[in-house]
């Protein structure tokens, strides 16, 4: 074999690890961007923006890590045309419940999910002191037992204290926040996912998952990409009719539901956007919109 020969070889086989490095990078972007998402039209719904769920810290905010291991509660399965997924059951840790008054450290780090701190037979509300005015919030623990048991906990971990309402979509009338690390919708979360309430089914025709949700003007819900068991933190308002768009999903979960004052303010904040058409997220405020704290109440 000639010199020349051996050299094209070993220039062909480099020319060929180099593509398969470039195909594995443009594959890798392309989990990325599914995982992220964008909303801005029915076809990309399956997305609402939500975290990467990797428990890594990018901000430099500190706080403490509560251990959590895994506790089982069943889920029921949902039923009709579409074919049901496995069901699980819903993950709840063991660590140590925060003060129900809020008093307990801040903390935005965990090790595992939650523990149950709720009594799922009481009444709770989640109050958003906002800078654009109060949120009050129904919460739903007979729907969603475990979404709401995961919110309130964080809550009174101080999880959303001092964050912001980062996007407001007026296409789908969504105003969603819960990213304490980054404030944006890549934000990694708590460092855990939890299970869906219920363990959604899967259309046998497209692939994807169908819920029983709606989503009228005034309801706390969860954020979530479009894999089954994806939700953590984030989580989004409706401030419109036009959330109803997420309807033929049905998979973000509903667990709580304002009143006619908290509306008007979301209805408020959803006035301030200023359009970003090419985040694919609908846009921002105007104006910062903090959370100055969640605050649970319970009766």
Request: with cysteine; hydrophobic share 35%; charged share 15%.
């Amino acid at each position: 074999m000639t010199a020349n020969k051996r050299e094209r070889q070993k220039a062909n086989r480099a020319a060929k690890v180099a593509a398969e490095e470039a195909a594995a990078r443009i594959q890798r972007t392309r989990s990325r961007i599914i995982t992220y998402g964008s909303i801005g039209a029915v076809t990309v719904l399956l997305v609402v923006g939500v975290s990467l769920f990797t428990g890594r810290n990018n901000s430099g905010k500190t706080g403490t890590t509560a251990s959590a291991t895994t506790v089982p509660t069943t889920i029921p399965g949902t039923t009709g045309s579409v074919a049901p997924t496995t069901t699980l059951a819903f993950q709840y840790g063991t660590g140590d419940c925060p003060a129900e008054d809020g008093s307990s450290p801040r903390t935005i780090e965990f090790s595992g999910p939650q523990p149950l701190c709720i009594n799922p037979a009481t009444s709770y509300t989640a109050v958003f002191d906002t800078t654009e005015g109060t949120i009050r919030v129904a919460l739903d623990p007979t729907t969603a037992p475990g979404t709401v048991n995961n919110f309130v906990t964080l809550a009174r971990w101080g999880y959303y204290n001092d964050t912001i309402l980062f996007r407001t979509d007026p296409s789908i009338d969504i105003i969603q926040g819960g990213s304490p690390h980054t404030e944006s919708a890549l934000d990694p979360g708590p460092g855990y996912r939890i299970n869906d309430e219920p363990t959604f089914s899967t259309d046998a025709t497209t692939g994807s998952l169908v819920g029983p949700y709606k989503y009228p003007p005034g309801e706390l819900v969860m954020a979530r990409s479009a894999g089954p068991n994806s939700a953590a933190a984030q989580f989004f308002f409706t401030s419109g009719d036009k959330a109803a768009a997420l309807d033929a999903q049905g998979t973000y979960v509903v667990f709580g539901q304002t009143d006619k004052a908290g509306l008007g303010v979301l209805q408020n904040i959803m006035d301030l956007n200023v359009p970003d058409p090419t985040s694919g997220l609908g846009g921002a405020p105007s104006r910062t919109v903090t959370i100055n704290k969640v605050t649970i109440e319970q009766s």
